[in-house]
């Protein structure tokens, strides 16, 4: 994650945070989304970093980052402390249930299997990241549950071709699209989960870098 975080910035000539936020299944939900809450809290604030401008930061992240961004932008919602102009969400985990039998969103069924993530490794993570079956429902842990995405930042979000979340990504791109008018999305064709991270996927890391 160092390397993709200074590629990145040297990409985009933009200052990157990267939040160490508490991992399950030692510091499970809402731990690791109210570690994100607090940095970014800081960073509108002032009190983190100096020389920020509010309307210059950009909540990004990929896969489990994906979600925490998405959530930290409703909670921002939610409590009023600070309102993000923009959130940029990569292959984001935004759904609550992998089993291909009762998901439904076809990626699941159709890349769940063959393409590094699995829809049973996904089953597993939420297991381990939940503190409560409640949990499951809950927004800040699972966004694409949410009855409301009113008054959300302009988001991008990219979804990958083969990956397991790719359905969820896009229905909640549309959900978005329902009732703000400033949200993209893109489906990083050829891409899989991941693909940031992989030094091999240069191609899709620059297209995802030009969008």
């Known amino acids: 994650y160092i390397d993709a975080c200074t590629t990145m910035a ?29 940095v970014a809290r800081q960073l509108y604030a002032g009190t983190l970093l100096e020389d920020v401008d509010p309307e210059n930061v950009v909540l990004f992240g990929d896969s489990a980052g994906g979600n ?3 959530v930290v ?13 923009t959130q940029m969400l990569l292959y984001p985990v935004v759904g609550n249930d992998y089993n291909p039998e009762a998901s ?6 159709t890349n769940g299997t063959d393409y590094i993530l699995t829809a049973q490794d996904m089953a597993d993570y939420i297991d381990m990241y939940r503190s409560s079956v ?28 083969y990956c397991p ?14 009732v703000n ?11 899989i989960h991941g693909y940031l991270l992989n030094t091999s996927a240069v191609g899709l890391v620059a297209t995802t870098y030009r969008i």
């Open 73 to 85: 932008s409703l909670m921002a919602r939610d409590r009023g402390e600070f309102m993000p102009r």
């Open 68 to 70: 925490l961004a998405a």
């Open 10 to 38: 040297i990409q985009l000539e933009r200052r990157v945070v990267s939040v160490d936020y508490r991992r399950a299944p030692e510091h499970r939900f809402p731990q690791a989304a109210e570690d994100c809450y607090e």
């Open 134 to 161: 409640a949990d499951l429902t809950n927004p800040y842990f699972a966004p694409l549950t949410a009855h409301d995405l009113s008054n959300q930042p302009r988001t991008l979000v990219l979804s990958a071709e």
């Open 181 to 191: 008018d400033n949200v993209s999305c893109y489906r990083i064709h050829d891409g």
């Open 165 to 178: 979340l790719r359905d969820e990504d896009e229905a909640y791109a549309r959900r978005l699209q329902l």
């Open 104 to 109: 439904p969103f076809e990626s699941v069924r």
